[in-house]
């Protein structure tokens, strides 16, 4: 990690699906320690293919790619990045392939070198957390939709990995289940980007947002500065959240989230291909 705290720098990426049109270009982005970056865009818009990058699965054509200070280039360079950074697929299908729930949340920290005795301990803690604990012994693919995704998300929490990317973490979830992943993840407090359409879901869980459009990084900021920009959020396919929207009719109203004051990293928001840079 450098001295400010920045885990993960993309620089000048350019990435173009075979046959396809450019998908990125000159795209830019730093993750720093303890942010909690939403990332939103129309469907389309890369967010997906953002993450396989940063973890290796897409290689850009061009740009540089570094995490914990280092810059990250050959296939051990992405090994080593992959243990220390959990991914939680947009398909929870990709995420399970093990007989069992405890097989498939056991699998991360036994790839890591955990002794058998530390992951028995991990799985059921992480299960227990997340209120999955009578889903152990099932088979995966017999479970709900849901199901899935919670089992999903738990086994990229058993890695207890340094950051955390989450790729649509609430699809699926009943109301409950949903309020439960948000705390869960508040309660982690470790590095996360989280990419969704729930606009809600994101003003919950993070204090900074990344708009990706036609390319690149088309607004970053504050969570309510961005969300609340209308302009921006119509513009790019996106809506402004119930609930920022109520508490502009109702601006009294102290309205205090789980993720803490948006204003935390003391981000403005901007647009075009700019990046954060932190107080
Ligand atoms: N393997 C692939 N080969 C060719 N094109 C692809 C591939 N994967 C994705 N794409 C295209 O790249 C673009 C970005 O896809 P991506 O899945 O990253 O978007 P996204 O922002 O995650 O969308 P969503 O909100 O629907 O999940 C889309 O136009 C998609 O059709
Ligand atoms: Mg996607």
Redesign the pocket.
Known sequence: MSEDGELIRLDDINFC??G?AP?FTGLSLRVCEGDRLGLV??????????FRILVGLQRPQNGKISAFGRLVRTAADYAELRRRIGFLF?DSEDQLFCPTVREDVAFGPLNLGRSTEEVDQIVTQTLAELGLAELATRVSYELSGGEKRQVALATALAMQPAVLLL??PATGLDPRSRRDVIERLARIGRTQVI?S?DMEFVRATCQRVVV?DGGGIIGDGATDDVLGDDELMLRHGLEVPHSLVAEARAPTTDHHHGAGPSHGHGHRITHGQQQHEPT
């Open positions: 699906y075979p396809r998908l865009g129309a469907n389309g818009s890369g967010k997906t293919t953002l947009q790729d649509e990419a359409h990706l």
